[in-house]
């Protein structure tokens, strides 16, 4: 219950920040709070994922782009994720998410996220997604391309060279994957 509000709240207040364009970095502030915590006392891993979701939602707001896939009936989804930890983040603590695109495949979208407190970075995620159609099927390139503000993806390296095996290497089977009985 306590990331719904926090997702509403963030939707809501991304309304009133500064514009900014779908390939610029979109910066996000917030503080830890004691929901947050595992029985370590410091943020738990899971609530930095959530908290990933309602940064990229932040983006997709201030560029316009959020209401334009309403529109259309398409939404996005994360496909794979994964996430290096530098430092820990503690209780009441005020960092960032900065989130940027990366760029696009054939059928998905990459974006590079990090926990900045104070210019340090004390985690970094790589996230792949998708955007589906509400009636079936997945957006294809050229359709995403044709949205206010996207054209092509920008050509100056920051698609990490890695990022094209890590995708293939995190993509599960379209057929059914055998349970660990049938495995061995």
Known sequence: MHFFFRTVLGTLTARFRSPLGIWDVGSRPFRVLPTDLDVLRHMNNGVYFSLLDIARLDVLTRSGLWPELQRRGWYP????????????????????????????????????????????????????????????????????????????????????EWIEGWAAGTQLPSTKVPTWSEWS
């Open 77 to 160: 989804v994360v496909v794979a994720e994964t996430m290096s930890f530098r430092r820990s983040l503690e209780l009441w603590q005020r960092f960032e998410i900065e989130t940027r695109m990366l760029g696009f495949d054939e059928r998905s979208l990459y974006v590079e996220q990090r926990f900045v407190v104070k210019g340090e970075v004390y985690a970094r995620a790589f996230i792949r997604a998708r955007l589906l159609k509400r009636a079936g099927g997945i957006v294809t390139v050229p359709e995403l391309m044709e949205l206010p503000g996207v054209g092509a993806a920008p050509a100056d390296g920051r698609m990490p």
